[in-house]
């Protein structure tokens, strides 16, 4: 990040039996919002745009701020990138599964989007366009954000905000898992954990084998929710992933364009779970960051 500040660990919803759940938000430069950089679009209001990131880790581990080290290691640095692009980021924690089991995870990371949504005006966000953003197991939420605004099902107690829209007007999501039912027979042949093992993420998630426990599955799956009602979806995959199949992307990708929806998917050739490739190669990782800043851009440029 070129410039602008910072806020960390602020504390956005505080669920029973929990600690305080925590963002950090990403604000532009006052020179960025108005640099060259930025499209005519993004200039002609002085509300920005924003995204609210969720962080990976298989739902059980990680934090905020983070894409996981190994892609936070490639030096990509996509959040900052879109903070530079006039965007402000708001990247934030959730209970993990040794906590709560589905759905906490989901009802966190609407709370996020409330919190910002209601603290719009405080830090020069439109609400209408906020995004949501995540890698892996939070492409998971990040997707299930999307596919569920406005549930009364996922409603939970909206945590202090329950008239603020916990919508979002356009998703990305890197390796998402989006159909835990068929996840594990979907697993490519040399595939180092899937959904069906004993103890698995996703069982830990629903606090249950996905077979033994099908509906707990389907209803934690965005696949889903997949329907007209979807806001643009961008979904990016390596095509060697070892831990959550390509066909987890492509399905989801089906079913929205099937709905007569707006998806794009991005499936990059060799790449293993975050972005890997052979020898520490960036390619994958830098691929995958351009064109989600991309389609963040459009999204922002659209009236």
């Known amino acids: 990040m070129t410039a602008g500040r910072v806020l960390k660990g602020i504390e956005f919803a505080h669920p029973e039996g929990s600690v305080p759940l925590l963002l950090d938000l990403y604000l532009p430069a006052p020179q960025q ?27 059980r581990v990680g934090g905020r701020s983070s894409l996981g080290p190994q892609v936070d290691s490639l030096g990509v640095s996509p959040i900052e990138r879109l903070v530079d692009a006039g965007f402000v980021v708001a990247s934030a924690d959730y209970r993990l599964s040794s906590v709560a089991h589905f759905p906490a995870q989901l009802l966190d ?11 719009a005006a405080h830090y020069d966000v439109d609400p209408d366009r906020i995004y949501a953003w995540g890698d892996s197991a939070d492409g998971h939420l990040a997707g299930l954000v999307g596919l569920t605004a406005g549930s009364a099902v996922f409603r939970g107690e909206a945590r202090g905000y329950a008239d603020v829209s916990d919508t979002v007007a356009a998703v990305a999501a890197w390796y ?3 159909d835990l039912v068929r996840m594990g027979e ?7 954990a899937t959904a069906d093992d004993a103890g698995s993420r996703e069982a830990l998630l629903l606090g249950a084998q996905p077979a033994d426990a099908p509906e707990k599955a389907a209803a934690a799956s965005p696949l889903t929710y997949a329907g007209p009602h979807a ?24 079913a929205l364009e099937a709905a007569g929806t707006d998806v794009e998917l991005l499936l ?8 890997q490739l052979p020898g520490q190669d960036p390619a994958a990782a830098a691929k995958a960051a351009d064109a989600t800043i991309d389609f963040f851009r459009r999204q922002a440029q659209k009236p």
Request: hydrophobic letters at 45%; glycine letters at 8%.
């Open 231 to 254: 806001p643009p979806f961008f979904l990016a995959h390596g095509t060697a992933d070892r831990f959550v199949p390509p066909a987890q992307s492509a399905t989801l990708a089906a």
């Open 33 to 59: 919002q108005s640099g060259t950089q930025q499209s005519a679009a993004l200039k002609q209001s002085k509300a920005l745009p924003a995204v609210v990131h969720f962080h990976g880790g298989g739902w």
């Open 176 to 178: 998402p898992p989006t």
């Open 268 to 275: 990059i050739e060799g790449a293993d779970h975050m972005w």
């Open 186 to 192: 979907q697993a490519l042949p040399d595939a180092v």
């Open 109 to 119: 990371a609407k709370a996020a989007v409330r919190w910002l949504r209601a603290h």
